[in-house]
Antibody, heavy 118, light 106 residues
């Protein structure tokens, strides 16, 4: 079965970087884009960016341009999201999600809590 | 970026009610719109894709409509399990979520 398993919770200081992993299984890794979505406490869902694991093509939401980097390791079917210059407002649950041909997210990672505090 | 708005932001309803949530895009997204249900502590659940197609396993009381810039999600005969926050999401250009509509118990 399709699974997306994310790395564990992180606690970071302001200004630091965080790298969250999303290990996939149960399907051909290179056949589906992986996207990243976050939810800050009391806030809505916010799309951050995507990657095509086959080509390596990627795109980012304008808000995160210059601060986010999505990479992959095809040998272990894993996509990474790195966010730099962390501030308290980046405290959120970060999700990876598989992009379906129908144009939606049907499989999600379990979420990774990133807390940013001095 | 395409901006998404939803109304209302909060909706108070009773079990058995018919509720409708509206979603508007800042420019046409054609039918490239999905709806998700999200409950605290859980991952979002896909309900509707391509504006009006019901995801497998989703109860038929959920339906979606619209195209271009105006969309709706309707829940017929609201059930206890339906109290949650609902998000629309466009995928015409990038992917943008609406701000969400919380459906709460009246």
């Amino acid at each position: 079965q399709v699974q997306l398993v994310q790395s564990g919770a992180e606690v970071k200081k302001p200004g630091a970087s965080v790298k969250v992993s999303c290990k996939t299984s149960g399907y051909t890794f290179t056949n589906f884009d992986i996207n990243w979505v976050r939810q800050a406490p009391g806030q809505g869902l916010e799309w951050m960016g995507w990657m095509n694991p086959n080509s390596g093509d990627r795109g980012y939401a304008q808000k995160f341009q210059g601060r986010v980097s999505i990479t992959r390791d095809t040998s272990i079917s894993t996509v990474y999201m790195e966010l730099s210059g962390l501030r308290s407002e980046d405290t959120a649950i970060y999700y990876c999600a598989r992009w379906e041909p129908t144009g939606d997210f049907n499989y999600w990672g379990q979420g990774t809590l990133v807390s940013v505090s001095s | 970026d395409i901006q998404m708005t939803q109304s209302p932001s909060t909706l108070s309803a009773s079990v058995g009610d018919r509720v409708t949530i509206s979603c508007r895009a800042s420019q046409s997204v054609r039918s490239r719109l999905a709806w998700y249900q999200h409950k605290p502590g859980k991952v979002p659940k896909l309900l509707i894709y391509q504006a009006s197609s019901l995801e497998n396993g989703v109860p038929s009381r959920f339906s979606g409509g619209g195209s271009g810039t105006e969309f709706t999600l309707t829940i017929n005969s609201l059930q206890p399990d339906d109290f949650a926050t609902y998000y629309c999401q466009q995928y015409r250009t990038g992917r943008t979520f609406g701000p969400g509509t919380k459906v709460e118990i009246k």
